[in-house]
């Protein structure tokens, strides 16, 4: 027998006035509800009368499955039949259209190159030597080829990289040695400091080479002749 088609049955109802249907899916389902169609959908007419919808892909508005939309239908520009690229990173705007951009560490067409900084070996995922930083934008100071000249460890910065240098060296690359001889900073009397003076403890002078008072030997604890005590 016949009935009143109702919003809900799987059946589309065509006819014009209230009743009329723009979709209809079984009950409220992504593209269809309350039996009308979502923004962003398109719900056709199955064989047996109802509505199958899905995402309209291309249209600028990412909804449903879609991992991305740009609003077109070009490929390997980030979004390629609604899904994201190898190497791309895409959001969403207010307006729910798609933009992508390259991943960190990829840049070129179709982000396939390895962005400066970034190690080709390691698949452009890491730091190239001589480059720091969450983004690999920082270059290690260096002399010739040689990181912190060979004497320290390079150090990612607030504005630029920096080295930390082994004890007996300083300066900016690392390449001065201490006074006294990096083997032998201070003449083992005193501290280097990172601005290359040293800070005297049993010693006199730029190197720490000379004794204070009446004293001497290696570790300035001899009296002098002539003089006694300690």
Not at 59 to 71: A, I, K
Request: proline share 3%; net charge negative; aromatic share 6%.
């Amino acid at each position: 027998h016949c009935k009143w088609a109702t919003c809900g049955d799987a059946f589309v109802n065509e006819a014009e006035g209230e009743r009329r249907e723009e979709c209809d899916t079984a009950g409220n389902t992504a593209g269809c509800v309350d039996c009308k169609i979502q923004l962003g959908y398109d719900c056709p007419k199955n064989e047996e009368g109802g509505s199958t919808c899905e995402a309209i892909c291309g249209d600028g508005l990412r909804v449903g499955e879609e991992d991305c939309d740009d609003g077109n239908s070009e490929e390997n520009d980030g979004c390629t039949n609604c899904k994201v690229d190898e190497n791309y990173d895409c959001t969403e705007g207010q307006d729910g259209k798609s933009s992508c951009v390259c991943k960190s560490g990829f840049a070129g067409d179709g982000c396939t190159e390895c962005a400066a900084g970034f190690d080709p070996a390691a698949g452009c995922t890491e730091c190239a030597d001589g480059y720091v930083g969450e983004a690999c934008d920082q270059e290690c100071p260096k002399v010739g080829d040689a990181i912190c000249s060979g004497h320290g460890t390079c150090q990612s910065g607030v504005v630029e990289a920096f080295c930390e240098c082994q004890y007996g060296y300083y300066g900016k690359s690392c390449s001065e040695e201490c006074p006294g001889g990096a083997e032998n900073p201070c003449s083992g009397r005193g501290r280097c400091q990172i601005d290359g003076f040293c800070d005297c403890t049993s010693g006199t002078g730029g190197d720490c080479s000379g004794c204070l008072g009446n004293f001497e030997g290696p570790a300035c604890i001899d009296c002098i002749p002539g003089f006694a005590g300690s």
